[in-house]
């Protein structure tokens, strides 16, 4: 086994591989040890040049390609990434010359591992960067600290710089920091959280700014957490605010819906208000209530309010569209054609039927004559938005497992009217209604296929996507 130590950068890197590479020693035979210093950058690995150019002898070609991902890989935290550096580069250079286009390989799918994790990162330095004014010299600084999760306050430099070209900054890290002196790029070693500067006056204006911003309505928590992860928050003002905006969110949602009811009433000339949803834990009080809505018009062309139905603490909960003509003429949903191929695909599935809790986004049904008949219409965003909270309280009484939303109005009810089910069906997902969510086509879609092939075939989808939520309801 050789042992190679060298500076943990790139250019150091590159000099102990192509010292390794021109001996032939194998990545099986190599220890990579770091040690711990700094190096100036050199450059001896070249992209392919112009046959007319001449070359060292000792020189190896390598795609491009690999030089920018291997840049970007060296400023992993991970160890490994050393060695599997070298091994792209022994594979290259050894006959695999096609390597980096096969996404399946194991080296290849780590590299792009490392490679989104340092995109990742520089994205989120971009982003969270909070400069905080200090006077130093008798001039104006902005300082600002940042931890970032791997190392990229080199890479990140010149956008700081283009950016904020005018003001004379630093950027303090635990690893390195960068200095702009409005001319110059200089970096030093990085220090402890107590050199930066602790607050300034604009903060309190910046956090005035974020709370007149804040839409509580489109809050999404995970969505949140996993675009501003809790880690950056101690170095942001206005995260100081957030646990107090989420907590008001519920009650600002539900005053903006009624100065949105009142202005919609007043434009159709008409006025309907929503009945107010119990605070109740008994799923037999809610569908009194829900007897009683008239948050929109559909109220008024329904027989009648058609409720949800099942266990009150079922594993899994279903979410539809609105309920259909029978539906409405009996009070239950999910008893029509498409009910029926319902209870079919949840046999299939190794479901019963009356263990699950099925429901619909909308509870009146929305339609319009045409001759004798009732033809489904679908409902708009308005009748979602009024009948939202009923199934919200469905779900917060019954708390199943797993939320099975069919169709796309159910689930963009959830996710918003970008998320589409053909993506993203079968996939086990979260929300902040439900902690876990499937979401597949709604059964009335199986009845629309244009011939026999297409519905058995859309038919054993369908079971399948059933078959995921009720393992993750087991789980």
């Known amino acids: 086994m ?18 390794a590479l021109q001996n032939e020693i194998r990545p099986d035979q190599i220890a990579w040890e770091e040690l ?8 001896l690995f070249e992209e392919a040049e112009p046959e007319t150019a001449a070359k060292p002898a000792s020189q190896f070609r390598v795609p491009k390609r690999f030089l920018a991902l291997a840049k970007l890989i060296s400023l992993h935290r991970d160890a490994s990434r050393w060695p599997l550096l070298y091994r792209l580069l022994w594979r290259l250079t050894h006959g695999e010359t096609h390597l980096l286009e096969i996404t399946v390989d194991p080296d290849i799918a780590q590299a792009h591992d490392f490679e989104k994790a340092i995109r990742r990162d520089i994205h989120k330095m971009r982003a969270f960067v909070r400069f905080r004014e200090i006077e130093h010299a008798g ?59 602790a607050a300034d006056q604009m903060e309190e204006l910046w956090r005035t700014y974020y709370a007149n911003i804040f839409n509580p309505a489109r809050v999404k928590v995970h969505a949140m957490q996993a675009e501003m992860p809790k880690k950056y928050w101690k170095n942001l003002p206005e995260a100081t605010l957030i646990p107090s905006l989420l907590h008001e969110a519920p009650q600002r949602i539900e005053t903006m819906m009624k100065k949105s009811a009142a202005k919609i009433a007043q434009a159709d000339g008409d006025e309907w208000y929503p009945a107010p949803t119990p605070k109740t834990s008994s799923l037999t009080t809610l569908r009194g209530a829900a007897r009683g809505c008239t948050a929109c018009p559909l109220y008024r062309n329904a027989t009648q309010t058609v409720f949800g139905e099942g266990p009150k603490h079922a594993k899994m909960m279903f979410l539809g569209e609105q309920p259909g003509d029978q539906e409405d003429l009996s009070g ?3 008893i029509g054609p498409a009910g029926q191929l319902l209870d079919r695909a949840l046999k299939d599935a190794g479901i019963d039927r009356n263990s699950v809790y099925v429901t619909n986004t ?24 009024a009948c939202r909270p009923w199934f919200e309280a469905e779900l917060q009484v019954v708390r199943p497992a797993i939320l099975v939303c069919l169709g796309s109005t159910a689930a963009q009810a959830l996710f918003g009217s970008s998320f589409r089910v053909t993506k993203e069906r ?50």
């Open 362 to 385: 909308v509870k009146h049904f929305k339609w319009e004559p045409r001759g004798k008949r009732r033809i489904h219409q679908k409902p708009s965003s308005r009748d979602i938005a």
């Open 426 to 475: 079968g996939k086990l997902l979260e929300s902040e209604l439900a902690p876990r969510v499937v979401t597949t086509v709604h059964p009335s879609a199986l009845l629309r296929q244009p011939d026999e092939e297409a519905r058995v075939r859309e038919y054993a989808h369908f079971v399948q996507d059933l078959g995921v939520a009720l393992r993750a309801a087991e789980r």
């Open 2 to 19: 050789e042992q190679i130590s060298f500076l943990p950068t790139f250019a150091s890197w590159q000099v102990a591989a192509r010292r």
């Open 36 to 43: 711990g210093e700094d190096q100036p950058p050199l450059h």
């Open 139 to 197: 001039e104006k600084w902005f300082v600002a600290w940042f931890e970032p999760a791997h190392h990229i306050v080199e890479q990140n430099a010149s956008f700081f710089a283009d950016r904020f070209a005018s003001m004379r900054w630093s950027i303090l890290t635990p690893d390195r920091s960068v200095h702009w002196d409005r001319k110059t790029l200089t970096f030093t070693a990085g220090v402890p959280r107590s050199e930066a500067p």
């Open 332 to 334: 239950k949903p999910f």
